[in-house]
């Protein structure tokens, strides 16, 4: 008896995917006794939750017979509450009364009393639109009348005779689990539409071709228009001339992407004004995975003085509350979905496909609080005084520095004190005045082994080693033919050749060997016995560096000496890496995690020891020829570099270069079509924004693997997991916290650990690389490789490739 109770409250869940729990209601019903209390049953209805009461039935038989026992005995076993009625009056009135959600009407008997007459004074009931009416109608010799009398009548459906206790029984249990649970989640949706209704936001509902199939009350108020006349005929959403034709273009394809599209907006009312409105737009997809509706979510900007009484709270004050209703994680799957459907860059054109990148730049997911107070202050500058919005410019130009806290310091402050207190107080070791480099026991420092210090000359490379660099121009170089044509020495190599292209030996006014010598020390610092961290990682990071050096974009932001510091900081930003994760090295106490206070340790080590073994020894000293202003300059951009690297600051660096360098120059090209010269160069060359480009490069590089073509991804991607796996293998051996244990060997989906890998941290960060730096070859091969993992993710393969 008691597990027959707790039995009851199954789940909706469990009713349908458990067969299990499904028999063991069944068996409950069956020894239940007659007497019980009405058990609830939660029912799950989108993000809902409903509790389904005990249900009502009502039998209309004017007698006892076999029929009208099978019913009875079927509810009883069911668990459902049944009355029953003799004469239509009595129906009438018992239905008058509970409201059942289900009457079962015989019709079998031309003489007894008129069961479609009945149905249809029962559907004359308010409110009786949710409940289920069936016919219980004589066997037909031969199958010829058609139900419809009984559908005009009002019947939901019929159910030729058959007494067989166990067909009423099934009978009961399909209506309940078909018609009945979706008359319960129907009825809910009242609740839904009630609160639509009262909401002060304007709520508008169109479907996939935007025609109009609601609107809300808000909606009819600050519009001016009654929802009758625009759900009359097929109306499409009123649009106003001064939008921009493309602004349009990217919100409908954002929308038929399944992407959401927040931005501002003119909408046309119907006295014919644009009035500015805030808008979220959010698809539904409904059936065939298809975008079916499209629900937007209005807020006037600039008119909230005009807008009548039950309106006035609508101001662009409160929008940040639009965005705390939809979790970003849920949001970031509608999109995944998305993308394993559409194949987007392959068939528009370039400035088409930077466009749509900026859309969803505008819809980005992850938003920091910074991004809400910069979004907030521009909304209120669209309704301010000009000397306020000038100087809320003011504002927005501090709150878009990169450094919030740290006070900048003139280069002559007048007050020695002062400076020296903010000098040693409240900057960091990277901008302290005067050096204090970390010495470092020299056992950490790795030494060339003698065979390999054989000095070459970038003339003398092997052929066949200079023939697989041929291409190192091209996105699609293949560094693992370099690596085993090297013998896994490829940053040498490579080095050589991308510093002399770029002329970085000139720059720092450096022999050729410093430069070699330097190449093959920090090489032989990088760990080859790493799956991924080792020095063709290195190398790759180098490459992709060069390789966005060259974008027109990147070349106009930055100075010669940007791009020396970015390849330095490229060539060494793993340098030592032990092929442990921070979190690792913290949780096993390592000697490196104490001397970095568990912050940044590893891209600390990196940093650090880079600049250690320069120049720790002038024969590799590459920096020994620069003027000491020159050296701290690029020293620290270095640093800041390597420090980039650390993904616990990802999406603070890849939010900072949105919010300060792909929305202002959109802005720009959005009010003077190209944007006007000089202040495209203001934003490109300001030094904190540089520094903002030089970060989001080198995080780029670091992590490129998901845009590289599919064979290399593929390699990378086998390589990472790997030395994952081998953590986890140690962090089990040694007792110690498994930080990832997806990354089990025995366990882990290498596709779904990509699919994750890019939906969170690549896609976003490449869309407004791409916005600014325009890499439709990288675009394309990150959707085919997104593709290519979703594809073995449904297969429910979990290995790097598709078995032979
Ligand atoms: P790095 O240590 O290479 O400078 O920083 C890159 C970070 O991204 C590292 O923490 C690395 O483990 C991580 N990473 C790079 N590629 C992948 C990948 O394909 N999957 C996952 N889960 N992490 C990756
Ligand atoms: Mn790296």
Redesign the pocket.
């Known amino acids: 008896m008691m597990g027959c109770a707790s039995s009851i409250h199954i789940s909706d869940r469990v009713v349908y995917h458990s067969g299990k729990e499904s028999e063991d209601s069944q068996n409950c019903g069956h020894t239940r006794p007659s007497a019980r209390q009405s058990p609830l049953t939660e029912v799950q209805f989108g993000p809902m939750k409903l509790y389904e009461d005990q249900l009502q039935v009502l039998l209309v038989f004017a007698k006892d017979d076999a029929q009208s026992g099978g019913f009875s005995w079927a509810c009883e076993r069911a668990g459902f509450r049944c009355n029953v009625a003799r004469t239509p009056e009595a129906a009438l009135e018992s239905f008058q009364e509970k409201s059942h959600d289900l009457i079962l009407i015989d019709h079998r008997h031309a003489r007894g009393f008129d069961a479609e007459a009945l149905c249809r004074s029962i559907r004359a009931v308010s409110c009786s639109h949710n409940t289920v009416i069936v016919a219980v109608v004589k066997r037909p010799d031969r199958e010829e009348a058609t139900v419809m009398p009984l559908i005009s009548a009002g019947f939901n459906r019929r159910y030729v005779e058959n007494s067989n206790m166990m067909a009423c029984y099934n009978e009961l249990l399909q209506l309940h689990h078909g018609e009945i649970r979706a008359q319960i989640k129907l009825r809910a949706c009242n609740a839904v539409f009630t609160a639509l209704e009262q909401s002060q936001e304007a709520i508008e509902i169109s479907n996939e071709d935007q025609i109009i199939q609601y609107v809300n009350p808000a909606y009819e108020c600050i519009m001016g228009y009654q929802r009758g006349e625009l759900l009359k005929e097929n109306t499409e959403v009123p649009k106003s001339e001064k939008n921009k034709p493309d602004l349009l273009d990217n919100i409908s394809s954002c929308i038929h992407r399944g992407k959401e599209w927040q931005g501002v907006y003119y909408a046309k009312k119907k006295n014919g004004d644009s009035v500015q409105q805030n808008v979220k737009m959010t698809p539904v997809v409904g059936q065939g995975g298809k975008v079916r509706h499209c629900v937007s979510v209005n807020r006037p900007l600039n008119d909230h003085n005009k807008t009548e009484k039950p309106c006035e709270r609508v101001q662009a004050e409160s929008q940040t509350d639009i965005q705390q209703f939809s979790k970003h994680k849920d949001r970031r799957k509608g999109s995944l979905d998305v993308r394993s459907t559409t194949s987007r860059g392959s068939d528009a054109g370039s400035s088409q496909r930077r466009h749509s990148s900026m859309a969803r730049i505008h819809s980005m997911t992850i938003e920091a609080p910074i991004t809400k107070v910069i979004n907030i202050i521009n909304a209120a500058q669209e309704s301010s005084p000009m000397p306020v919005a000038e100087a809320l410019d003011r504002v927005l130009e501090i709150l878009r520095t990169t450094e919030l806290y740290s006070p900048q310091l003139g280069t002559n402050e007048e007050d020695p004190h002062t400076n020296d207190l903010v000098g040693g107080l409240m900057t960091d070791g990277l901008r302290r005045l005067s050096g204090n480099e970390y010495i470092f026991a020299s056992k950490q420092v790795h030494h060339i082994p003698s065979h390999l210090t054989t000095p070459l000359s970038l003339n003398d490379i092997p052929p066949c080693i200079a023939q697989t660099m041929e291409n190192e121009d091209s996105w699609d170089f293949d560094i693992f033919s370099l690596e085993s044509a090297t013998m896994k020495r490829p940053l040498l190599f490579l080095g050589l050749k991308i510093f002399s292209r770029f002329g970085v030996c000139e720059f720092l006014n450096c022999p050729e060997a410093t430069l070699r010598s330097w190449l093959q020390i920090l090489e032989a610092n990088y760990h080859s016995s790493n799956s991924?961290?080792n020095s063709s990682?290195a190398a790759d990071?180098l490459h992709a560096t060069a390789y966005f050096l060259c974008k027109e974009r990147v070349k106009q932001s930055l100075d010669p000496i940007d791009e020396v510091a970015a390849l330095i900081a490229a060539a060494v930003?793993?340098v030592d890496?032990p092929g442990r994760?921070n979190s690792f090295l913290c949780n096993a106490g390592s000697d490196l995690a104490i001397l970095y206070n568990d912050t940044a340790v590893?891209?600390s080590h990196h940093a650090a020891l880079a600049f250690q073994i320069t120049t720790r020894d002038d024969k590799c000293n590459i920096f020994k020829n620069m003027e000491r202003n020159e050296y701290r300059t690029l020293r620290q951009a270095v640093i800041d570099m390597v420090l980039a690297?650390e993904?616990t600051k990802h999406f603070e660096h890849v939010n900072k270069f949105v919010n300060s360098i792909n929305k202002p120059l959109a802005a720009l090209e959005e009010n003077e079509g190209s944007g006007d010269e000089d202040s495209v160069k203001n934003i490109l060359t300001a030094p904190e924004n540089r520094m903002l480009v030089k970060r989001m490069l080198i995080k780029c590089a670091?992590?490129s693997?998901?845009c590289r073509p599919l064979e290399l991804c593929v390699e990378?991607?086998g390589r990472?997991s790997e030395?994952?796996f081998a953590q986890t293998d140690e962090e089990k051996q040694q007792g110690l916290p498994v930080v990832m244990p997806v990354f089990d060997r025995h366990t882990c989906s290498i596709p779904k650990?990509?699919i994750?890998?890019i939906d969170y941290?690549i896609t976003d960060m490449f869309d407004a690389w791409d916005a600014f730096a325009d890499l439709p070859n990288l675009m394309q091969h990150l959707d085919n490789n997104f593709k290519y993992w979703k594809g073995l993710d449904e297969q429910k393969l979990r290995s790097l490739r598709p078995p032979e």
């Open positions: 991924y961290h990682h990071v930003h793993d890496h994760t590893l891209e690297t993904m670091d992590i693997n998901p990378w991607a990472i030395e994952y650990s990509q994750s890998f941290f």
